[in-house]
């Protein structure tokens, strides 16, 4: 194979990631250099150029470019997106604004929406009506469309938003009214909703297609950028783009439907465990990504990520759902948790010892990076708790101040609190995986499914430091944390597929339907995916391509969905009570119980149109013919609370750790990006790829019970 | 602060959130296996866990506001008919009764003991509103109690672990969905019994029952004095406040009385309305506490989850016989109605003393039901829209438009109204000037227009309120815009009315008050709010006394104008 290696950048908000594969021998290369905001393809080129040197591999050898990037998030969160106007249907331009009518908080007299895109003076109305069936009520009024573009002229309007009632139903306004602003405004970037996100519930459609709309030029114009410079490097291919769904898609898939491309950053890391999980035989994870504002959970079964399919971005309310803009979208499902590195202990209003959500982020930091920062963090906590080696923090690239760790948890907490710095410490590590602990628990109970099943998959700068605690308290099967766990998201674009999504709304009574309907719709979907896999260079029947159909389905007078896989020899056939059952069975699953007398409601119809995913073989390291003893490092002082006290704790360097050695806890592994940490009672080996296995004895309980009341006391 | 009861803020910060944690693995069982689309989807219920005592102590986060209230005070009461000391593994406790529960029949109480060592050491509670109750499906007219529906008195759902099973067919042969209903009471007794379960694992790790005592102690001691303290902070003194409300058939009018002194507040509603005989709109003392404490924790202690140590410092008083403290055996099915006015009146009365943590009057819902028979399958509908006016302004904040409040709740799409019924709805739409004026406006209300298609009449019925008295502003702020509606741009009255196809029925939802002298509110809000439409040029001029010059430059006439 001429192009044998397959590229994945993943652009963060602080680093941006490298992975370079050989998907022959499985031999990777890595590389992390800072992202530079202003122009984050210089920092693309800053760290690849020297990566493809190091693999002495030229642009035309890469067989495929694959990219991740916080841009859109970024520029959603931040309102750097375009001057937007919307167009709707005459009557309901203020439905983006009163939205769902309800608070994300209860007892917050003060609370606020989040600032909307599009501001009342630039949202048009338009005369046209299709009733609930997509028939034409009242013809589009053509000149009206003709006077909004004008006014948009005048405005200075960049994109436009175009969503009229029932468009998932008929199409036809909405183009129509397109391709007059076309002709207007040729220069106007315009989105659809009947492409955009054709589901019923006009609300939550108008803010994806808004949203959708508001960062359409800034991503054509940053993918052309992107393409352009890896066409100067010497590759001459398509650029591909992760999407928030788990699949790749190519730039122009991207540009249409940017708001696809949300988390795509974090959605690489789920891949990335299930990529792992396959070569280790293991499909059912828990991965875990602490970073260093916010720690990621996403539920991983039988190989394949949970989905969701509505998202808020940037939320007003930290962490508060419902304060953000919903966004409906197919997405890996991602909870996020206010858990990071960065994030700021303080005492509440009642005393209480809290941490989070606020984060010192990268600038100031935590206090120990000596950067300004007074406040104390999870860091500085891990810190003085000796997780971490002052002099070894990114592999010795930055070194830590302890005493600035110290010195912010004695003033900031320790006075009011009446403890030590160490102590101070420990009841930041205990709250902060007590965080993480109960919205895993909920996460985890949302979905119906029992910890103590999964493995946690664990990566992120901060994430191996916490795993052993939140997996233990979980009782889980084990830890797993990856070879080269500081750029998992990268290895993750590597192994991608290139997928879609389709959605659009039909709803009826299933025994009522006039299927032929049914059929064409689903039949439309396949086909429009089939054609974006043609034109990613995928023959629809190549081996590994699959077509998976969905239903969201609901008991008659219910107001919300279950979504459910259908075979496409059943919806070929009308087979409904084939579809009832699979219903009801999924139903019975998820919530206990199913209404069988109660007759059955289609609301949406799902298609996924899916490419094999790449073979990439994992390279086997050879067998340690030493034991674990000559990767170690040295010793420190290391506290664990179910001893309840320092311990000298062994040291070791991951890159020497070999297959088949074994370590036995409490135990700290240091690589580059991040360190392991791992209790007493857990037992550490090496597989055949260099990945760590973390696992759980019985934690004893008694045991840290007594030693808690020890310390207790002594408080 | 560090050591009471020898509880760190540490460990107190990690066993309160396992409790809470706890609660919120009750709250999805509960979710999981209800039946309802109330319980499961509209989330009309709370689950709680309280200390031996029947004290509140932690319960999930999302559970119902004035559940949390209410659940605590039920639980006493049971516990005077069943002491604990006669409890034994195995029994549940069920009551529906109004005055010893959350107000009105359909709230279903349960409550199941925790043991340790063989002794009650907490319990696991649950309120929900169950599918239906029995009575008059014309609740507003309701004349009395009995009328409402099946009332079940403290009694035992599970005997040692055996169903009460002719209690459970009483209640089903009862209700209209019995099997709705039976299902969710069970689902009810299963969440509770995975509550317990994860409790006793609890007392495993932190101290057994008396581990759990200390830490519930602990948790209302410091709730009570963070209230305390916030309520210390207020001025002293009695303030008083006034409010008619549209009632029913007749206005209903609210006197309150808050009285600071030191660390507490008396809330007295003496001079309210009688309660009344034709309108089921009657609060008991619990659902009135409930209303009271709400408004005061809103502004006083927003951030620390609900738990009986704040409700300790709070108490009220109401005449017997009072709207507010209706007698057995008054209707009370839509005691909202009254209650949901009850922290216009409080904040009104605090506006006296704490000027910064009070809000203006809202929109508030109305709850619109449309029923009817298809034309082409012959198939019934019946749809619920719970369309809100907007919020009131707040002392930093103008109001939000067209949101929940006190209530909270998501109004039904429109897409989603049209495919259930044959409706057609001409517009949804803000509702310019609606907002009261003031330094900060009140929220838009909002007008919706639903013309009725098809072949067959419809049924619709329409909670319509605020319409005679609209929300009040405060602290010189104007009232937002009184509610209104019309069938045919005909003026109609209130009670469910009969529409013919090609009827167009109308209806204005009320804007929030405003807050603080409209004059006062800055040239440049004013002219973004015209920019907007959010007011229009004139009332620019009558309300806030802006004229705009013909470049569109904004000024403040010196003069007030009226």
Not at chain 1, 85 to 94: E, K, S, V, Y
Not at chain 1, 649 to 673: C, N, S
Not at chain 2, 8 to 13: F, G, K, N, W, Y
């Amino acid at each position: 194979m001429a192009s044998r290696y397959r590229l994945g950048f993943d652009v963060g908000g602080t680093f941006t990631d490298f992975m370079l594969v050989d998907q022959e021998t499985g031999t990777t290369f890595l590389n992390k250099c800072l992202t530079t905001p202003d122009d984050p393809s210089r920092g693309v080129m800053d760290g690849l150029l020297p990566l493809l040197d190091r693999a002495g591999v030229g642009g035309d050898d890469v067989d495929i470019a694959i990219h991740a990037t916080t841009l859109i998030t970024n520029a959603l969160i931040e309102r750097k997106g375009a001057r937007t106007a919307l167009l709707t249907t005459q009557g309901f331009r203020d439905v983006l604004e009163m939205g769902t009518e309800v608070r994300y908080d209860i007892y917050d007299l003060f609370l606020q929406k989040p600032e909307l895109l599009v501001p009342r003076s630039r949202r048009y109305e338009v005369t046209e009506r299709l009733d609930k069936d997509g028939k034409v009520l009242t013809a589009l009024d053509e000149d009206g469309v003709r006077a909004v573009a004008q006014q948009l002229r005048e405005d200075g309007a960049q994109a436009l938003a175009i969503v009229f009632l029932h468009a998932f139903r008929n199409a036809a306004h909405e183009l129509r009214a397109a391709e007059i602003i076309a002709e207007e405004l040729p220069d106007l970037t315009v989105s659809i909703s009947s492409a955009v996100a054709p589901e019923i519930r006009e609300y939550e459609r108008m803010s994806t297609t808004t949203a959708n709309a508001y960062v359409q030029p800034i991503t054509r114009a940053y993918i052309d950028t992107i393409q352009r410079r890896l066409r100067e490097m010497g590759y001459p291919r398509n650029l591909y783009l992760m999407i928030s769904s788990g699949g790749i898609a190519g730039g122009q898939t991207a540009k249409d439907f940017p708001i696809r491309m949300l988390e795509s950053g974090p959605t690489a890391g789920v891949l990335a465990g299930i990529h792992y999980g396959r070569q280790m035989g293991i499909g059912s994870l828990v991965t875990f990504d602490m970073g260093g504002t916010t720690a990621k959970i996403a539920l991983v079964k039988n190989y394949e990520a949970a989905k969701s399919n509505v998202f808020e971005v940037g939320r007003v309310a930290r962490f508060k759902k419902g304060s953000g803009l919903p966004v409906k979208v197919p997405m890996v499902e991602l909870i996020e948790i206010g858990a990071g590195g960065g994030s700021i202990a303080h005492v509440d209003q009642l005393g209480l010892l809290k941490v989070g959500p606020l984060s010192a982020g990268a600038d100031p930091g935590p206090a120990c990076y000596g950067r300004g920062g007074s406040l104390p963090t999870v860091t500085d906590a891990n810190l003085v708790l000796g997780y971490y080696d002052p002099n070894f923090f990114l592999g010795g690239a930055m070194s830590l101040d302890v005493e600035a760790a110290r010195k912010a948890l004695e003033t900031q907490l320790g006075g009011v609190l009446g403890l030590s710095a160490e102590q101070c410490a420990r009841g930041i590590y205990e709250v902060v995986t007590q965080n993480m602990l109960a919205a895993t628990k909920v996460h985890i109970a949302e979905r119906g499914e029992d910890p103590r099943k999964f493995f946690l998959f664990a990566f992120g700068g901060a994430g191996p430091a916490h795993a052993y605690e939140l997996a233990r308290l979980l009782h889980m099967r084990g830890v797993i944390v990856p070879a080269g766990a500081g750029a998992t998201s990268a290895a993750g674009l590597v192994t991608a597929a290139v997928s879609f999504d389709y959605a659009r709304s039909l709803l009826g009574r299933l025994d009522r339907l006039p299927w032929e309907e049914v059929r064409r719709v689903f039949d439309a979907m396949a086909e429009e995916g089939l054609q974006v896999l043609e034109g990613a260079g995928v023959a629809r029947d190549a081996p590994g391509v699959v077509v998976k159909h969905q239903m969201d389905l609901r008991h008659k007078g219910q107001g919300h969905e279950v979504t459910v896989t259908v075979p496409a020899d059943v919806i070929a056939d009308g087979q409904i009570d084939r579809i009832a059952e699979i219903f009801y069975a999924t139903h019975r699953e998820k919530y206990g119980h199913a209404h069988e007398n109660l007759p059955l409601e289609l609301v949406t119809c799902r298609t996924t149109v899916g490419a094999a995913a790449p073979e990439i073989p994992m390279k086997r390291l050879p067998e340690a013919t030493e034991t674990a003893d000559v990767a170690q490092k040295g010793t420190r002082p290391a506290y664990f609370g179910e001893l309840g006290r320092f311990v000298e704790t062994p040291v070791y360097d991951r890159y020497a750790l070999r297959p088949g050695m074994l370590l036995r806890g409490p135990a700290i592994v240091e690589e580059r990006e991040c360190t392991v940490v791992a209790g007493p009672s857990a037992g550490l080996r090496i597989d055949a790829f260099g990945n760590l296995f973390i696992d759980l004895d019985e934690a004893p309980i008694a045991e840290s019970k007594e030693a808690r009341n020890v310390e207790t006391e002594r408080a | 602060m560090l050591k009471q009861n020898g509880l760190d803020a540490v460990s107190l910060e990690v066993q309160w959130g396992r409790l809470i944690s706890i609660m919120d693995e009750v709250d999805i069982a509960l979710v999981r296996t209800s039946f309802s689309t109330i319980v499961g989807e509209s989330r009309d219920f709370a689950v709680i866990m309280l200390d031996r005592h029947g004290r509140s102590i932690a319960q999930s986060q999302l559970s119902s506001p004035a559940f949390t209230v209410t659940l605590p005070a039920t639980t006493k009461h049971l516990l005077k008919a069943y002491p604990p000391e006669t409890l034994k593994p195995g029994d549940v406790l069920i009551t529906n009764d109004p005055w010893l529960g959350s107000g009105h029949l359909p709230d279903v109480s349960i409550v199941m003991p925790v043991f340790s060592d063989g002794t009650v050491v907490a319990f696991v509670g649950a309120v929900a509103h169950v599918a239906d109750i029995g009575g008059r499906l014309d609740f507003f007219d309701a004349r009395d109690l009995y009328e409402e529906g099946f009332r079940i008195p403290p009694s035992k759902i599970i005997i040692g672990g055996v169903e009460n099973d002719q209690l459970m067919r009483l209640i089903g042969a009862n209700v209209r969905v019995p099997d709705m209903v039976i299902g969710d009471i069970k689902a009810m007794i299963g969440a509770e019994q995975l509550g317990a379960a994860r409790l006793v694992d609890f007392f495993a790790d932190y101290g057994g029952g008396q581990g759990f005592q200390n830490l519930a102690d602990e948790i209302l001691d410091r709730s009570e004095a963070a209230m305390r303290a916030a309520i210390a902070g207020m001025p002293e003194g009695e303030f008083r406040y006034g409010l008619d409300a549209d009632g029913y058939k007749t206005p209903l009018r609210i006197e309150v009385a808050v009285s600071k002194k030191g660390d507490q507040v008396h809330v007295d509603y003496t001079g309210s309305s009688p309660q009344f005989t034709d309108a089921s709109i009657n609060c008991t003392t619990n659902i009135t506490f409930a209303d009271t404490y709400y408004p005061l924790k809103c502004s006083l202690v927003p951030n620390i989850p609900n738990n009986e140590g704040l409700f300790r410092p709070i108490s009220i008083s109401a005449p017997v016989g009072s709207v507010f403290n209706t007698t057995i055996p008054s209707s009370v099915k839509s005691r909202s109605k009254s209650s949901f006015h009850i922290h216009v009146a409080i904040y009104g009365a605090l506006s006296h003393a704490i000027p910064d943590l009070v809000q203006a009057g809202s929109g508030s819902f109305w709850a619109m039901t449309l029923h009817g028979t298809n034309s082409d399958d012959g198939s019934v509908f019946n749809v619920h829209i719970l369309p809100n006016g907007g919020k009131g302004a707040t002392p930093r904040t103008d109001g939000l438009p067209t949101v929940a409040f006190p209530y909270n709740g998501t109004v039904t799409p429109v897409e989603i109204v049209e495919y259930q019924a044959p409706i057609l709805v001409h517009h949804k739409r803000l509702v310019a000037d609606s907002g009261g004026p003031g330094t900060f406006r009140g929220g838009l209300g909002q007008e919706i227009a639903l013309e009725v298609l098809g072949q067959t009449a419809i049924v619709a019925s329409l909670r319509p309120d605020k319409v005679r008295f609209p929300p009040p502003g405060l602290m010189g702020g104007k009232a937002g815009l009184a509610g209104s509606y019309s069938v045919n741009d005909e003026a109609v009255d209130a009670v469910p009315r009969t529409l013919q196809p090609g009827d167009v029925y109308r209806m204005r939802l009320p804007g929030g008050g405003g807050f603080g002298d409209p004059r006062a509110r800055p040239l440049a809000d004013v002219a973004r709010d015209v920019d907007d439409g959010y007011v229009t040029i004139g009332d620019a001029l009558t309300d806030y006394a802006v004229s705009f010059d013909a470049a569109g430059d904004a000024r403040r006439s010196t003069q007030p104008t009226e």
